[in-house]
């Protein structure tokens, strides 16, 4: 039976040469100046629109891609678990008007995300299914509340 043996460690056969401590300093001041370049040449690439964009235009971005990646699905379940549509959720409550408007101009069923986000559905339930009942309801509301 063999002896076991403890497998062996890069420190076992290798031993770094000690560095100075001037050139130690030395290359911590190269290794800021490089990255201080770096970053200088990455802002200096980079437009302001790509920085940072508008919440109007992340949802824009992720409401059309949404719509084109679901418009295939009847599944109100798989269309809420789209990860556009999570990523709108998100966004919190400044995207409502946003939602509104959408909803109202586009018709695209945003229904369970305005009431999940607003705690509220101003739908009668008498009205379910009856997406212009369904789309008044919800501008009614907006407008009641100033975000339309």
């Known amino acids: 039976m063999g002896t076991y043996c403890d497998p062996i460690r890069l420190s076992d056969w290798y031993e770094p040469e000690p560095v100075s401590p001037w050139l130690e300093e030395e290359r911590k001041e190269i290794d800021i100046q490089r990255f201080v370049d770096i970053f200088e040449d990455v802002l200096a690439s980079a437009r302001p629109d790509e920085v940072e964009c508008s919440l109007e235009e992340r949802f824009r971005e992720q409401a059309d891609k949404w719509d084109r990646e679901t418009a295939h699905l009847s599944s109100p379940a798989q269309m809420t678990m789209h990860p556009s549509y999570q990523a709108i959720l998100g966004m919190g409550r400044d995207v409502v008007p946003l939602l509104l408007r959408d909803l109202q101009q586009n018709r695209r069923p945003w229904f369970w995300a305005l009431s999940y986000i607003t705690n509220d559905n101003p739908i009668n339930p008498a009205d379910a299914g009856?997406?212009?009942?369904?789309?008044?309801?919800?501008?009614?509301?907006?407008?009641?509340?100033?975000?339309?």
């Not at 009856?130 to 339309?148: F, N, P, Q, S």
């Open 130 to 148: 009856r997406m212009d009942k369904m789309i008044k309801a919800w501008v009614d509301w907006g407008k009641k509340r100033g975000l339309l």
